[in-house]
């Protein structure tokens, strides 16, 4: 009796004992989420009581602690602040060990941490970044990351350094330009169905409208990224190098569809497919694997060649066989703009195939208002009339830039040049029909469509 009244007595003050320390790590929780959003120096000190005697309490201590230690960082240099980077560091393990759902990639977490601060060396922050990228890539999910990683390794081989091939640095760039379309396909495809919910008249809620403008953020620094990839990678790859790089390696890469399928890429990208190896690439390519990548290259090379139904031919071979919603509105964009310049109505019906396909594909609308804008003269009885259609013009402008926003300062700023164009307010109120402000103007031409006249 003596022994269960004794063991009682021990579970009664445990119990008690873990209420007390629940209620003291919600309250230290409290003051420290409160001194991080105030940006106050004392949450790093709320965060080592956490830390010691909290570390398996909420997930919100490291989240809120990731915030303290960064704040604490900011406040302090040289050795003092290499000491808070490596606590930092420390932190993402104990992260890991407690909530390791939402640890995402420790090594990646490190490697950019020591590269933001210029902390370390480029080789140990190489070593954090190649680690997270071969073990843990699909929760790779850093644009920044990725960039300090292809950058470090660049300067790796301009500096003969790890025996780094020109091959390698090719290959390099391409397992992370694949990297980065797999993270913009998720937030373009995330961001298509929130436009089509708007485009059939429904407004987004407080969430998604977050949610969309985070999908935008993203995209722009995906877009930034790449953008910096190709500067550093155009000085290692212009025609004069590609073409005799990859002659020399297709006799014994001719079965490889890999290799086929990225060098075509980059001569392509770097303007070299009118060259005769890009058309033996391609044919081997296709014949390896008549796929929707090897198709699209034989359409390039057949409009190398200027025969435009052949390359048509396997453009649409290669729309129908993609599946990816953003290949597919890219192929159906390549043939409006071979299209523009010879049927604009052509150019159009495609550039409205792209945009079915992708709903954000902001090109489409601009391409769209530049063959308005060109048709001037196709439409229109009179010089009020024909000059009316800068105004449509500029409105497809307004909806590329309101789609896309890597697009935004271009497509607002062809929008304006466009409203320039139109007629001024002067020609309005003056029109010999009378005041036009608010009448509508049918373009019966090959555009179909009308205009609201604003009202300036």
């Given amino acids: 009796m003596k022994t269960k009244l004794s063991l009682l007595f021990v579970a009664t003050i445990g119990f008690f004992a873990n209420a007390q320390n629940s209620d003291a790590c919600t309250e230290t929780l409290s003051l420290m989420g409160s001194s991080v959003r105030?940006?106050?120096?004392?949450?790093?000190?709320?965060?080592?009581?956490?830390?010691?005697?909290?570390?398996?309490?909420?997930?919100?201590?490291?989240?809120?602690g990731e915030f303290a230690i960064k704040q604490k960082i900011e406040r302090v240099e040289g050795a003092e602040k290499e000491k808070y980077v490596r606590d930092l560091m420390s932190f993402y393990d104990e992260n890991l060990t407690y909530f390791p759902e939402t640890a995402g990639s420790v090594d990646m977490k490190k490697g950019l941490t020591l590269f933001n601060y210029k902390v370390g060396n480029n080789?140990?922050?190489?070593?954090?970044?190649?680690?997270?990228?071969k073990t843990d890539k699909e929760n790779f999910d850093s644009t920044r990351a990725l960039y300090a990683y292809f950058e470090i390794f660049v300067n790796d081989y301009k500096g003969e350094k790890k025996g780094i091939t020109l091959q390698q640095v090719f290959d390099k760039y391409d397992d992370i330009y694949e990297k980065l379309a797999l993270q913009e396909k998720e937030y373009s495809d995330a961001k298509d169905v929130l436009i089509a919910k708007e485009e059939a008249g429904q407004e987004l809620d407080t969430k998604e409208a977050k949610a969309k403008g985070k999908y935008e953020a993203n995209l722009e620094d995906i877009a930034i990224v790449t953008s910096s990839m190709d500067g550093i990678i155009v000085q290692l790859s212009s025609c004069d190098k590609l073409?005799?790089?990859?002659?020399k390696s297709f006799d014994e890469n001719v079965g490889n569809k890999q290799w086929l399928l990225r060098a075509a890429d980059r001569l392509e990208a770097k303007e070299c497919d009118g060259d005769p190896l890009f058309s033996k690439i391609s044919e081997a390519l296709y014949k390896l694997d008549p796929s929707a990548e090897a198709a699209y290259k034989l359409g390039v090379v057949e409009y190398q060649k200027k025969n435009i139904t052949k390359a048509m031919s396997y453009f649409n071979q290669a729309a129908d066989l993609f599946t990816d919603s953003g290949k597919k509105a890219n192929v159906y964009m390549k043939m409006a703009t071979i299209y523009?310049?010879?049927?604009?109505?052509?150019?159009?019906?495609?550039a409205r195939k792209a945009l079915q396909a992708k709903p954000s594909y902001g090109r489409a609308y601009m391409l769209i208002g530049d063959l308005y804008a060109g048709s001037l003269n196709d439409c229109g009885t009179d010089p009020f009339s024909k000059r009316a259609i800068y105004w449509l013009a500029a409105q497809y402008c307004d909806k590329a830039a309101s789609v896309d926003s890597s697009l935004r300062g271009t497509a607002s700023s062809r929008a304006a040049n466009y409203r320039a164009s139109a007629p001024s307010r002067a020609e309005i109120f003056n029109h010999k029909d009378g005041n036009m402000s608010g009448k509508r103007i049918s373009f019966?031409?090959?555009?179909?469509?009308?205009v609201t006249v604003p009202s300036l």
């Fill in 243 to 247: 073409i005799p790089f990859y002659q």
């Fill in 38 to 64: 105030a940006n106050d120096p004392a949450g790093y000190d709320y965060l080592a009581t956490l830390r010691k005697d909290c570390a398996s309490f909420d997930k919100r201590v490291y989240s809120y």
């Fill in 444 to 450: 019966n031409c090959w555009v179909g469509e009308s």
């Fill in 340 to 350: 523009s310049r010879s049927s604009k109505s052509q150019a159009r019906n495609y």
């Fill in 123 to 133: 080789e140990e922050i190489f070593a954090f970044l190649d680690k997270a990228f």
